[in-house]
């Protein structure tokens, strides 16, 4: 945006006590990714652009998470947990290189958006030393509060350290500030730490900013953009602020979905045109829709692929590697995993399609298995093109079955079929004529009081 450089911090170093997980706060999820990585993903990017992560002594995890969502990110280790001042400090090292402006986020903020990012840095350009982004809280408990005095922006007073006065004020601190690069540092610099937590506070720099002379501007927003992510509870909530979204983007997109309210998108989600989401689905991460495609009701789908006008379930499981070619089928009660079908392909009923790949217009009978595991080590099953499974077969990998092949109902396959052949592993069935009748006639002369 209109040539100014731009360093965004991430601050994420927090120990995130209060969600009593063993899990680093910022790497829980909604909408099927990280928190970390949405607000990653909402920080400006491009050419004159950089970005920095603060994470907690021992939580590399946190900064490889980092590293995978914006491989140009720089991490620091914010050493003791000192305070939101502090923890700016840790990334020292990157203020020095001196951009224009200077955006801190909080990693716990999942729904921060690009746009609002955008929005913070205007007031700078303007001539403003500081941009706070504010919102008016429903319940203000716990937040920093905007103190505005005569239309300016004169300090942010943390829950502890406000008045009664003050506490009644709804206007509240989201949290994401942005400094003008030639003051920043000074600023930051000067926060101390007498207040009643003794940590360095980052909203001290309202009132510095006033101290020096300089200007500070508040841009406002709503509240559900900004929640931020202590408990549990509100990692609940964000998630449904972030379902409502996605859901809306996707009928906006034209996807057709009669329940919405009932199906679960993430993120990363990507759907074609005229795509149908029937009712109970849950999508995970990683899964793209193509054109036509229809997922019915209550089906399951993880990191898979759905190509064109392919249909899927009701009460299918798609686990990930699953990639279902144009037109396949995948019916009820059938599992797959890291499994190819290409286009055409039926499996419509009873089925575990694991570590395999069936052919172009195969037809895989109801209740077919492959038996993908010895308890040691996985295999691979290959069903080629227009083979046909008879039904409760059971394929014991690794196997090629060849195209055209046949395989009777009800066998164990345990060897390779070549193209076109009919192979059968079953029990053979025996006869004999009047059997059941003379069973019966037996039984009942057993059953009959014996007379005198
Ligand atoms: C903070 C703000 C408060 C604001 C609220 C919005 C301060 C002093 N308070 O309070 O005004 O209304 O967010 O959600 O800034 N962190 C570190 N190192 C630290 C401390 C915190 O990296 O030493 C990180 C945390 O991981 C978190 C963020 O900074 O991502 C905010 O810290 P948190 O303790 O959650 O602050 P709040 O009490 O919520
Ligand atoms: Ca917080």
Same mark, same amino acid.
């Given at each position: 945006m209109n040539g100014r450089s731009c360093l965004t911090i991430v601050l994420a170093a927090g120990e995130g006590t209060r969600m009593r997980s063993s899990l680093p706060k910022v790497l829980h999820s909604v909408g099927g990714q990280t928190l970390l990585s949405h607000v990653l993903a909402a920080a400006p990017g491009g050419p004159g652009t950089l970005l920095a992560v603060v994470v907690g002594p021992g939580h590399e995890a946190v900064a490889d998470e980092a590293k995978r969502v914006r491989p140009d990110v720089?991490?620091?280790? +914010?050493?003791?947990?000192?305070?939101?001042? =502090?923890?700016?400090?840790?990334?020292?090292?990157?203020?020095?290189?001196?951009?224009d402006d200077l955006l801190i986020a909080f990693g716990d903020t999942p729904l921060i958006s690009a746009d609002t990012f955008t929005r913070m840095r205007a007031p700078l350009q303007a001539g403003a030393s500081l941009a706070v982004l504010g919102f008016h809280a429903r319940n203000p408990t716990g937040y920093g509060r905007l103190i505005v005095t005569d239309?300016?922006?004169? *300090?942010?007073? $943390? $829950?502890?350290?406000?008045?009664?006065?003050?506490?009644?004020?709804?206007?509240?601190?989201?949290?994401?500030?942005?400094?003008?690069? &030639?003051?920043?540092? +000074?600023?930051?610099? &000067?926060?101390?730490?007498?207040?009643?937590?003794? $940590?360095?506070? #980052?909203?001290?720099?309202?009132?510095?900013?006033? $101290?020096l002379g300089l200007t500070a501007a508040v841009i406002e927003t709503s509240e559900n953009e900004v929640r931020g992510i202590n408990t549990k509870a509100q990692l609940a909530e964000a998630e449904q602020v972030m379902q409502t979204r996605l859901r809306e983007a996707a009928l906006e997109a034209g996807v057709t979905m009669v329940a919405p309210e009932t199906v679960f998108l993430s993120a990363d989600t990507s759907f074609g045109k005229d795509v149908t989401i029937e009712p109970y689905v849950v999508i995970g991460q990683g899964v793209t829709i193509a054109d036509g495609a229809a997922i019915h009701a209550f089906s399951h789908l993880v990191q898979a692929s759905i190509g064109r006008n392919a249909s899927v379930g009701p009460y299918a499981r798609l686990r990930p590697g699953t990639s279902l070619g144009e037109g396949a089928r995948i019916g009820n009660f059938v599992e797959t995993k890291a499994a190819v079908l290409e286009a055409?392909?039926?499996?419509? =009923? #009873?089925?575990?399609?694991?570590?395999?790949?069936?052919?172009?217009? *195969?037809?895989?009978?109801?209740?077919?298995?492959?038996?993908?595991?010895?308890?040691? /080590?996985? =295999?691979?099953?290959?069903?080629?093109?227009?083979?046909?499974?008879?039904?409760?077969?059971? #394929?014991?990998? %690794?196997?090629?079955?060849?195209?055209?092949?046949?395989?009777?109902?009800?066998?164990?396959?345990?060897?390779?079929? %070549?193209? /076109?052949?009919?192979?059968?592993?079953?029990?053979? +069935?025996?006869?004999?004529?009047?059997?059941? &009748?003379?069973?019966?006639?037996m039984k009942l002369l057993a059953k009959k009081p014996k007379s005198g």
């Open positions: 720089m991490a620091f280790v +914010q050493g003791q947990r000192l305070g939101t001042a =502090h923890a700016v400090l840790a990334a020292k090292e990157a203020i020095i290189r001196g951009a239309g300016r922006l004169t *300090a942010i007073r $943390e $829950e502890a350290d406000a008045s009664d006065d003050e506490r009644r004020v709804t206007l509240c601190n989201a949290g994401v500030m942005a400094f003008d690069g &030639k003051t920043a540092l +000074q600023i930051i610099e &000067k926060i101390g730490n007498t207040n009643s937590k003794g $940590e360095y506070y #980052l909203t001290d720099a309202v009132g510095i900013v006033g $101290e055409g392909a039926k499996v419509n =009923h #009873l089925t575990y399609i694991g570590d395999a790949c069936v052919g172009a217009n *195969a037809n895989i009978g109801a209740g077919t298995i492959t038996c993908n595991y010895d308890g040691f /080590n996985k =295999h691979r099953t290959e069903i080629g093109e227009g083979a046909f499974v008879g039904s409760n077969s059971s #394929l014991v990998a %690794p196997l090629k079955i060849g195209a055209g092949a046949y395989v009777g109902s009800g066998s164990v396959i345990t060897k390779n079929v %070549p193209d /076109n052949a009919l192979a059968v592993g079953r029990g053979q +069935q025996s006869l004999r004529e009047g059997w059941a &009748k003379r069973f019966r006639e």
